[in-house]
């Protein structure tokens, strides 16, 4: 495992299981993308001499993952099976599946708006972004955009940036 100072950090871990960061005292402090695995696990960011995972929870193919700090909510897309889980941060458990798509459509990048309540989230092969509501976990909008991959969102301005 390899860490960096500050919000971001560089790790790998036994059988290549993604992992979200937790710091000791409970704090969230960074997230990584997962690598080929089925699940979250958790440890702390900071403290390079403490880390330690805290919690599994397990998926089919995650692959991107956004967190809404105000909601404690992350957004986990899995990457086969067309759908986002919504992890709840206080219980580490899936409350809700939001299927963005039929399985093929490889849900891949996802980016939290928390002024809005909306999620998106870059669907390669349909080349498309799917637009959910926060409130009702579902799917709102569809906008076509061809070869979407990454996406991001400037809450402040109200504009999300998406590469293709």
Request: glycine fraction near 8%.
């Amino acid at each position: 495992m390899r860490a960096l100072w500050g919000n971001h950090i560089t790790t790998s871990h036994r059988r290549g299981v993604p992992a979200r960061w937790r710091r000791a005292g409970g704090a969230i402090a960074a997230l990584t993308l997962p690598m080929a695995s089925a699940g979250i696990v958790t440890a702390p960011a900071r403290a390079v001499c403490t880390y330690r995972v805290t919690h599994t929870i397990p998926m089919a193919t995650p692959y991107g993952v956004a967190v809404d700090s105000r909601a404690h909510t992350a957004y986990v897309t899995n990457y086969s099976s067309g759908t986002v889980s919504v992890i709840n941060e206080a219980t580490n458990r899936v409350t809700h599946t939001i299927t963005v798509g039929p399985v093929g459509d490889f849900p891949y990048g996802v980016a939290v708006d928390p002024a809005a309540g909306t999620v998106y989230v870059t669907n390669l092969f349909p080349d498309t972004v799917s637009v959910i509501s926060e409130a009702t976990n579902t799917v709102t909008h569809t906008i076509t955009l061809g070869s979407p991959y990454g996406v991001a969102v400037d809450p402040a301005a109200g504009t999300v940036y998406v590469t293709n």
